[in-house]
Nanobody, 119 residues
């Protein structure tokens, strides 16, 4: 089992940047694929970007391509989401999640961190 805790959210002006962190405990994140999800008010949660165990990222949301970058530091047992050129529509609760190899569902979830982008 792995526990995930997000941090780094907050209020930022449009065009600014934030870096979210997902700290894992219990097991090393090197054993898992990791992903960042977000849920905006009135919408369902959806995946934004993910990263494989060997560090290969995949973008899922067209709206964040070129602006968001996922990375992982297995030595620190932490996954990051660097968010640049933020827009008001990026406002959401951002969640970190982990997935086992060959598992179809995301098993472990953090509680989320709020990101608010003002205009």
């Amino acid at each position: 089992q792995v526990q995930l805790v997000e941090s780094g959210g907050g209020l930022v002006q449009a065009g600014g940047s934030l870096r979210l962190s997902c700290a894992a405990s219990g097991r090393t994140v090197s054993n898992y694929g990791m992903g960042w999800f977000r849920q905006a008010p009135g919408t369902e949660r959806h995946i934004v970007v993910a990263i494989s165990r060997n560090g290969v990222p995949t973008d899922y949301a067209n709206s964040v391509k070129g602006r968001f970058t996922i990375s992982r530091d297995n030595a620190k047992n932490t996954v990051y989401l660097q968010m640049n050129s933020l827009r008001p529509e990026d406002t959401a609760v951002y969640y970190c999640a982990a997935k086992e190899l060959y598992e179809t569902e995301w098993t472990y979830w953090g509680r989320g961190t709020q990101v608010t982008v003002s205009s």
